[in-house]
């Protein structure tokens, strides 16, 4: 059944679309951080289990990006679930999300690279911070415009503990900004919380 708003040929599921298709090409862009070694560094089997070991700082910064990624998807899911209709302040919205989204791949790769230096962590996090900041004003607009939100998805208590989750994930990239001040090369092992996110909110 296509859904659209009042006067206009905007449809939800043309903005699912789009979104998937962006999340897809960013998560899948990813992994071309990753290099393979070229063959004038590696001659035998050890020096290339010796290069692939060495980068074992960018795959950690590849998968923790991945599941960072992975995060915002499910979360604009759930925005976009509950969605009866769309407007363009709300379309807005989303292009400014998935105009960050395609950001990630550079910044994951310069943080890969360069994760020593508090500059390369600092954009990451500020990355991740608009993203989900973004996040939390669409929330919002939606809170405030409940026209747009489908009647059977209208429920207060879930509309507050998820208000709750985004502002908790507007946190972690603060907290993962304060520790690059202190340990640049580990900060964005603070998403990790993300996975125990059941320990610090309750419904």
């Known amino acids: 059944m296509k859904r659209e708003s009042p006067g206009s040929e905007i449809r ?25 070694p070229n063959r004038s560094q590696v001659t035998s089997q050890s020096e290339l289990v010796q290069n692939i070991m060495s980068k074992g700082y960018q795959f950690l910064s590849y998968f923790i990006s991945f599941f960072v990624i992975g995060s915002i998807w499910i979360s604009t899911i759930r925005r976009t679930h509950i969605l009866n ?3 363009y302040k709300h379309l807005w919205l989303n292009m400014l999300n998935l105009f960050f989204v395609t950001t990630i791949p550079f910044t994951t790769s310069l943080l890969g690279d360069y994760g020593e230096y508090e500059f390369a962590e600092v954009l990451f996090h500020l990355d991740i911070l608009i993203l989900e900041t973004i996040a939390l004003v669409q929330w919002q607009y939606l809170m405030n415009n409940k026209d747009l939100i489908r009647e059977d998805a209208i429920d207060d208590s879930n509309l507050i503990y998820y208000r709750k989750v985004y502002i ?4 972690v990239p603060l907290l993962g900004i304060a520790v690059s001040v202190f340990t640049p090369v580990w900060s964005n092992l603070v998403y990790l919380v ?9 419904r």
Request: no cysteine; charged share 20%; hydrophobic share 65%.
């Open 194 to 202: 993300i996975f125990f996110r059941v320990f610090f909110i309750r």
């Open 85 to 87: 209709k769309t407007d």
């Open 168 to 171: 908790f994930h507007v946190i």
């Open 12 to 36: 939800i599921n043309r903005l699912e679309a789009l979104t998937d298709g962006v999340f897809a090409i960013a998560m899948t862009i990813l992994v071309l951080s990753l290099e393979v």
